[in-house]
């Protein structure tokens, strides 16, 4: 796991995001974030037994990225996107 660079010290919405380093739309949607300066935390399903299962076990979903605000699974890369073209990652921008 690890918290991206923009994330430290931040007391914004909690993102969690499941990834692998494999797929091409973890990059994205990582990358997206921390362009627009939005903490997250990146829990890497390639790097530790049990994470797949935690993360359909919490998404009912079996493909990454999954991404989760506050707890709540929104989808992936496609939903992020979605996310941003309505103006609704702007509040999770950190100043």
């Given at each position: 796991m690890r918290t991206s660079v923009a994330a430290q010290g931040?007391?914004?919405?909690k993102i969690e995001i499941y990834t692998a380093w494999w797929c091409?739309?973890?990059l994205k949607a990582k990358n997206l974030l921390e362009t627009l300066h939005i903490p997250f935390r990146e829990i890497d399903v390639t790097k530790g037994e049990g994470?797949?299962?935690?993360m359909v076990a919490r998404s009912g979903r079996d493909?990454?990225?999954?991404?989760?605000?506050?707890?709540e699974a929104i989808g992936g890369w496609d939903?992020?996107?979605g996310?941003?073209?309505d103006?609704?990652?702007d509040r999770l921008r950190q100043k």
């Amino acid at each position: 796991m690890r918290t991206s660079v923009a994330a430290q010290g931040a007391k914004l919405d909690k993102i969690e995001i499941y990834t692998a380093w494999w797929c091409p739309g973890s990059l994205k949607a990582k990358n997206l974030l921390e362009t627009l300066h939005i903490p997250f935390r990146e829990i890497d399903v390639t790097k530790g037994e049990g994470r797949v299962e935690e993360m359909v076990a919490r998404s009912g979903r079996d493909t990454v990225p999954q991404i989760f605000i506050d707890g709540e699974a929104i989808g992936g890369w496609d939903e992020l996107v979605g996310l941003k073209a309505d103006g609704q990652l702007d509040r999770l921008r950190q100043k």
